[in-house]
């Protein structure tokens, strides 16, 4: 049984970017929830205050999962300058973990904004209450209420922002960047499938 070393390339470079990517973001929002909630979440925890860690777990998840959208575009890119080059180049690597970090700082921009968008919508239509001094009070009914309300705002948001990430991929680039590598090597050609009759 023989090994796709291409594939298991695509695979490694997907987990590591995720990987990276992922616990870039835990670390950014722990440190924005911190701020916004005026409150030390290592401190919140050890007191067991599940308003502020239910908070900030909520916020943490719906921003990771609207930066995983910039890992796709990523590995996409690498596999088109592949499939048009015929042979993986490190110089293709790292092409696609440019892409990757550009990818993340778009949307982790987008997302942050989404997110305290949905908070001050939230926070706009219910003046009588104040829900970021109630959850760090410990109120865990706004908590969930803020929360599931960014989780809201995070599923519907998600498809629209993989169309624009996908967007920023210039694909043509990509292509003549795999028809020059190593000069005038020539270039392999996907071979078209031929539909079983």
């Known amino acids: 049984m023989q090994l796709n070393t291409n594939l298991v390339i695509f695979g490694l470079f997907e987990l590591l970017a995720t990987l990276v990517l992922g616990l870039a973001t835990i670390f950014?929002?722990?440190?924005?929830?911190?701020?916004?909630?005026?409150i030390n979440i290592q401190e919140a925890i050890a007191a067991k205050n599940h308003a502020v860690t239910l908070f900030a777990g909520m916020?943490?998840?719906?921003?990771?999962?609207?930066?995983?959208?910039?890992?796709?575009?990523?590995?996409?890119?690498?596999?088109?300058?592949?499939?048009?080059?015929?042979?993986l180049e490190f110089k293709m690597l790292l092409i696609a973990a440019a892409y990757s970090i550009m990818l993340f700082t778009v949307s982790a921009i987008v997302g942050s904004v989404l997110l305290?968008?949905?908070?001050?919508?939230?926070?706009?239509?219910?003046?009588k209450i104040d829900e970021i001094a109630d959850i760090r009070a410990g109120n865990l009914a706004t908590a969930i209420f803020i929360g599931l309300s960014?989780?809201?705002?995070?599923?519907?948001?998600?498809?629209?922002?993989?169309?624009?990430?996908?967007?920023?991929?210039?694909?043509?680039?990509?292509?003549k960047i795999g028809e020059e590598a190593q000069g005038n090597a020539p270039v392999v050609s996907p071979t078209p499938e031929v539909p079983v009759q």
């Open 150 to 175: 960014l989780l809201a705002s995070t599923i519907i948001a998600r498809p629209a922002l993989a169309s624009l990430l996908d967007g920023l991929v210039s694909y043509d680039m990509l292509h």
């Open 28 to 38: 950014v929002v722990h440190r924005r929830v911190e701020k916004m909630l005026g």
């Open 59 to 87: 916020y943490s998840f719906c921003l990771v999962w609207l930066t995983a959208e910039s890992v796709d575009p990523s590995v996409d890119a690498l596999r088109t300058m592949v499939q048009v080059r015929g042979v």
């Open 116 to 127: 305290l968008t949905t908070i001050k919508v939230l926070t706009t239509a219910t003046k």
